[in-house]
C-alpha cells in the first residue's frame, strides 16, 4: 500500500505563449503510515503536486503508482482512487453546499454508493473524529464559525475513510488557536488511525513538531526529503528560497555560537527547554 | 478543465496594433464589419482579405489563434451556408427530387456570407487578441460618451462591464476548484441522464454563487472605502490620447474602406 511518483512532470497551459513548468522531474515514495510535511513558497508546486495524487490533475510526464498499478492506466478505477486518497483543499469551507452539517459529510460517503445506514455512520465517526458534537449537526454549515467550517469540511473527507489524507494549508487563514486544534486533531487521527497524512504547508513551524518527514519543493522540484532535524540543518539554505527553520533552530544555533555546547538538531520547543535544562545543569 | 475559450481571449505581445487606442481599433473593426456588407464582387473581398492579413501580420499574434475562434461558430456558418445554397430563387444548376435545386445566385450568396462571416469573426478576434478588457472599456467609454447627453450612464456602465469582464477568469478559476474538490469527493458530473446532471450541478452552483456574492461584496466595500462614486468628475490615470500611429491608421482605414467599397460595388458581370 504505497504511493509512487516515478519522473513526473507537470506544465501549466503547454502549447500556449503562456505555458508554465510548475512540477520537474519529481521522484518520490510514499509509505504507508507515515505522517509527512510538505513545505513550499508560495508557487513552488506543492498543491499542484498533491493534485496529481488522486488523478485530479493527469502527469504530462512520467507516471504515479498506487499500490504498484499506474493510475493513469486504462483498466485503473479513479472513483476508488479518490475515495482511498482523500484531498482536503485549501479553504475546504468553500466547498461546503448542503442545508445542514451532517448532509453536507454524507455527500462523501454517499457518492461512494454505500447504504444509508452505512452513510450515516461513517457521518457521524468523522465529525466525532474532527470534534464537532451532535448539537451542530442539523445547522446550517453557512452559520458556523471559520474553524468550525473547516472542521467540517474536513470531516466530509474524512467520511469518505481515505487510507491516505491530504490536506493542503489546512490552518490557512484561521487564528492560533484554531490552528492548533486543527493539527492537534490531525495528529491524533494519525496515531489513533494509522492513516498516511501529507500535510501541505508553507510553514515550518506548524510541521515541524508533527510530522516524520519533510518534502521541501522549490520551483517545481524537490529540494530537500529528509527527517525534520536533517532538513533544518540546512537552515540557511531554506532561507535562500524564503523559507525558515522554526525559531527554535535559530536560538540553539545561537546558543552554540555563544559557547553553550547544546544539540542544534532539537526540532520542537519542549525538546529545546529539555536541552537548555540539560547543559545548565552540567554547568552547575 | 475551462481554460480552452480562446474567443475574446487577450493575447500579450509588443508589437504596433496592441500599442493603438482602443478607439481606432473598435472603430476599425466596425467599419470593417460594414464594409464587408457593402461589397458584391470577389475583387472587394481579396482586398478585405489583404488587408485583414496585413494587421494580422502586424499584430504578431499567431494565426492558429485567430482559427481557434472559428472552431466555436462553424456550425453557425455551415448551417447559413446550408440554407442560403438551397433556399435561394433563381436559374438552377441541379434539382433534387424535382423540387429543391441548387441556384447559381445561391451558390453565390452561399459564399459570400461564408467569406463575411469568417472575416467578421476573424476581424473582431483580432481586436480582442490585442486589446485588453480595460483597454477596450475604456475605448467603449470614450467613444460613447456623448450619450450623456441622453442622460445614459455610460461611465456606470463601462465600469459593470470591466468589473464583469475581469471576474470571468476568476470565476472560471473558482469553479474549477470547486469541481475538483467535489470531484475529490466522489461527485461525478460526467456520467448520468440529464437530470442526474442537472442535479450533480447543484454541489458546484451553490458554493460558486455564494463566493461570487462574496467577492462582490468584498468589492463594493472596497470601491466604497476608496470614495468611489461614479463617473461625475473622476480623471483617468491613463487618459486616452491620440498618437502619430493612431492617425495613421485612421488613415490607412479611410483609404481601405475607399477602395474597397468602391471596387467592390463595380459590376463585373
Known sequence: MSLVLDHVSYIYGEDTPLSMKALNDICLEIPDGQFIGIIGHTGSGKSTLVQHLNGLIKASRGHIYYNGEDIDGKEFDKKKLRSNVGLVFQYPEHQLFEIDVFSDVCFGPKNLGLPQEEVEARAKEALAQVGLSE??????????????????????????????????????????????????????????????ILLVSHSMEDVAEYVDRIIVMNQGSVM???????????????????????QVTYIMHALKEQGMLVDVDVTTIAEATEEIVKCLETLH | MLRDITLG?????????????????????????????????ILGYMIAALFLGLVIKLSKVPFKFMVKGMK??????????????????????????????ITWEGLELAVFMAI?????????????????????????????????????????????????LRFIPILLEETDKIMKAQIARGADFE???LIQRAKAMVPLLVPLFISAFRRANDLAMAMEARCYRGGEGRTKMKPLIYQKNDYLAYAALVLYLIISIGIGRLTLF
Request: charged share 20%; net charge neutral.
Open chain 2, 9 to 41: 481571449q487577450y493575447y500579450p505581445e509588443e508589437s504596433v496594433i496592441h500599442k493603438m487606442d482602443p478607439r481606432v481599433k473598435l472603430g476599425g473593426t466596425v467599419l470593417y464589419i460594414i464594409s464587408l456588407f457593402f461589397m458584391k464582387n
Open chain 2, 191 to 193: 456520467s448520468g441522464n
Open chain 1, 224 to 246: 530537500f526529503d529528509d527527517e525534520p532535524r536533517e532538513v533544518f540543518r540546512h537552515y540557511k539554505e531554506l532561507e535562500e528560497v524564503g523559507l525558515a527553520a522554526p
Open chain 2, 116 to 164: 463575411r462571416l469568417s472575416f467578421l469573426i476573424i476581424g473582431s478576434s483580432v481586436m480582442t487578441l490585442t486589446t485588453t478588457p480595460n483597454n477596450l472599456t475604456d475605448g467603449m467609454e470614450k467613444m460613447l460618451g456623448f450619450l450623456k447627453v441622453f442622460k445614459v450612464p455610460v461611465h456606470e456602465v463601462a465600469m459593470m462591464m470591466s468589473i464583469a
Open chain 2, 72 to 101: 466555436t461558430i462553424l456550425m453557425l456558418l455551415m448551417i447559413t451556408v446550408v440554407f442560403n445554397l438551397f433556399l435561394t430563387q433563381g436559374t438552377p444548376i441541379v434539382t433534387f427530387f424535382g423540387k429543391i435545386s
Open chain 1, 135 to 196: 448539537e451542530f449537526f442539523t445547522q446550517s454549515p453557512f452559520e458556523l464559525s471559520g474553524g468550525q467550517k473547516r472542521r467540517a469540511a474536513i470531516a466530509g473527507v474524512l467520511a469518505m475513510k481515505p487510507q491516505v489524507l491530504i490536506l493542503d494549508e489546512p490552518t490557512a487563514g484561521l487564528d492560533p488557536k484554531g490552528r492548533d486544534e486543527i493539527l492537534n486533531q490531525i495528529k491524533k487521527l494519525q496515531t489513533e488511525t494509522g492513516m498516511t
